[in-house]
C-alpha cells in the first residue's frame, strides 16, 4: 500500500501550522515543554504536535501521567511569559 503524497502533505502541512500558531500565541513545543495538569501541578514533557509518546492526544490537551501528584490527569502546555 503506497502512501499519497497529497495526505501526507496535509497532514505535515497541519501540523506545521498548528506549531506555529501555538508558537505564536508563546507556547512552547518540543523535548522539554512545560506543563501543568489539572491539579496544578507544573512539570515538563515531550510534546511534539501530532505525536503521541507518552499520552493519548486531545489536540490542544493529554491525558497523561502526573509525576509530580502521581495521578492521571489531563495536561495542557503553559504559556510562556
Do not use: N
Not at 495538569?37 to 499520552?55: D, S
Not at 486531545?58 to 510562556?80: F, K
Amino acid at each position: 500500500m503506497k502512501a499519497d503524497p497529497k495526505k501526507l502533505a496535509l497532514v505535515v502541512g497541519g501540523i506545521a501550522a498548528y506549531t506555529l500558531a501555538g508558537r505564536a500565541l508563546g507556547y512552547r513545543f518540543g523535548f522539554h515543554t512545560p506543563v501543568r495538569c489539572r491539579e496544578g501541578h507544573e512539570f515538563e514533557t515531550v510534546w511534539i504536535p501530532g505525536v503521541k509518546l507518552t499520552a493519548i492526544d486531545l489536540v490542544v490537551a493529554r491525558i497523561q501521567h502526573c509525576p509530580v501528584g502521581d495521578h492521571w490527569s489531563l495536561v495542557t502546555p503553559v504559556r510562556q511569559r
